[in-house]
């Protein structure tokens, strides 16, 4: 899916390398959860996404980033408060080390606890810090001393309204027009605001609202500074696909204007989907110990994620295109051994070359080979798609010079048809846009095309040598 306009332009200004004067730059953690030194880089992008199974080290992360600066006095938190010592466990030899940017310069620091106290706090620099755990966000009725409230006898004392702008804020994300949002608070005790809102004529507060109009609402109230800091803990708690996608989008106008930096948790594709590359790391449990990886496919985290058994090998490959032109060599050269497999989109080559060194030092639980596409270099534990190109040019050229055999029938358009959409694709620069381009002259979905194609090409233009050097490290590998 292509980004949204919202995030185009952060990127957009991102890349000018202007702006954002305050950074979080990299954390290393010892001694935190199963953190033993790994370093965690936030310098790609302003919105960082961290994904990965719960227990991963997700929170770990965001609390670290919130402990190593210096807020205001009432609202300074310290590292003790995040990774407190309890009956259950004590926290010692613990470190965060942390690298942070202010306009051209670079500082160092580490806060620390060797055994009794933390060290380092005196050091660390002033920022304002907002940490937003969407997830431990209660309804109204179930926190200490809400229910109270919930009596006919008491009055509302005051609402502190949402001005214009939150409020259209508030019903874009949500997708339902709101008259009134506000924060309100009773006679009954004037320290416990609930939120009220108003649709359609119909008042209501948060004891009687929706569990994501209630996390918005409380989402929306922080006004936040420039050149903040923000970490959200599963910022896509209590809400629908839609939701998430609009919340991702306003939270990355506001990232842009206020130049401000954002790190958060998530499980969710949607919010994935909506963010590049660059801002997704993924966190997982590997071999030897905590892996971080960036620039995973929403596809490659979910599966990773999922709880359904999967087949005996795990391929990797750089995109849904790669997928499928696999998925057809093997279908059509060794079908025998496609329902062992399981064909998984990772994302850039740059992803598919630090899997394949993982592969190569048997860091995975079981059985894994990668593909990169056919125009990468050779890399370390990779095996390169056939044809010398990207996938789309192999399929494409190939198939032009063998009259696009077999495919219209395949597709169920006629043959001048076909050869008319393709040929007039091919002439855009784009390789990318080629499918789209073709299947919408045809009236035909992308895939349904790209699929055709794919299996006609292995069919008909892919050779018994190009043919075993893919299948054989497949069944090297299952053996």
Not at 147 to 175: N, V, Y
Not at 341 to 360: D, K, N, R, T
């Amino acid at each position: 899916m292509a980004l949204s306009r919202e995030m185009r332009l952060l990127q957009r200004k991102w890349l000018t390398g202007q702006g954002w004067p305050r950074r979080l730059d990299a954390l290393e953690i010892t001694g935190l959860r199963g953190w033993a030194g790994q370093h965690i880089d936030f310098t790609t992008f302003p919105m960082i996404a961290l994904v990965g199974e719960n227990g991963a080290g997700k929170s770990t992360i965001l609390q670290a980033a919130a402990s190593v600066y210096r807020g205001e006095y009432k609202r300074m938190k310290f590292a003790s408060a995040y990774f407190p010592d309890t009956p259950w466990e004590t926290t010692q030899k613990a470190a965060i080390k942390w690298w942070v940017r202010e306009g051209n310069s670079i500082r160092e620091g580490s806060i620390r606890k060797e055994t009794r106290r933390w060290r380092g706090n005196p050091d660390r620099r002033e920022r304002h810090v907002e940490n937003i755990d969407l997830s431990r966000i209660q309804p109204v009725a179930a926190r200490v001393g809400y229910f109270r409230l919930a009596k006919p006898q008491h009055k509302e004392l005051s609402s502190d309204l949402f001005d214009d702008e939150t409020r259209t804020q508030l019903s874009s994300i949500m997708g339902r027009k709101y008259d009134i949002a506000s924060m309100s608070l009773t006679d009954f005790d004037p320290t416990r605001s609930v939120p009220v809102i108003e649709h359609h004529g119909v008042r209501y507060s948060g004891f009687h609202g929706g569990a994501g109009e209630t996390t918005m609402v409380e989402l929306l109230k922080s006004e936040i500074p420039k050149y903040a800091l923000v970490v959200i803990d599963e910022i896509e708690t209590s809400l629908h696909p839609r939701s998430q996608r609009r919340l991702t989008r306003h939270l990355a106008d506001i990232c842009r204007n206020k130049e401000i930096q954002i790190i958060l948790s998530t499980h969710s594709p949607y919010i994935l989907d909506e963010l590049p590359e660059e801002a997704r790391l993924y966190i997982w449990e590997g071999a030897t110990g905590r892996e971080i990886m960036r620039g995973v496919s929403p596809s490659f985290a979910m599966t990773k994620m999922d709880l359904e058994q999967h087949p005996e090998l795990d391929i990797y490959v750089e995109d849904e295109s790669a997928q499928v032109m696999l998925r057809e060599i093997i279908v059509t050269h060794s079908a025998n051994i496609i329902s062992r497999c399981l064909i998984v989109p990772s994302g850039a080559a740059s992803v598919g070359q630090s899997l394949g060194q993982m592969a190569h030092q048997n860091r995975f639980p079981r059985p894994t080979c990668v593909f990169l596409d056919g125009d990468q270099p050779p890399a370390i534990g990779c095996v390169l798609l056939p044809g010398g190109d990207a996938p789309e040019r192999v399929v494409f050229e190939q198939l032009a010079e063998k009259g696009w055999r077999d495919v219209a029938m395949r597709v169920g358009r006629s043959h001048s048809a076909l050869v008319d959409a393709c040929n007039r694709a091919m002439t855009f620069d784009d390789h990318h846009e080629w499918v789209r381009l073709a299947a919408d002259e045809l009236v035909l979905g992308g895939q349904i095309l790209w699929q055709a194609l794919c299996a006609v090409w292995a069919k008909e233009c892919l050779s018994t040598i190009q043919a075993n050097a893919v299948i054989d490290p497949l069944r090297d590998a299952l053996r």
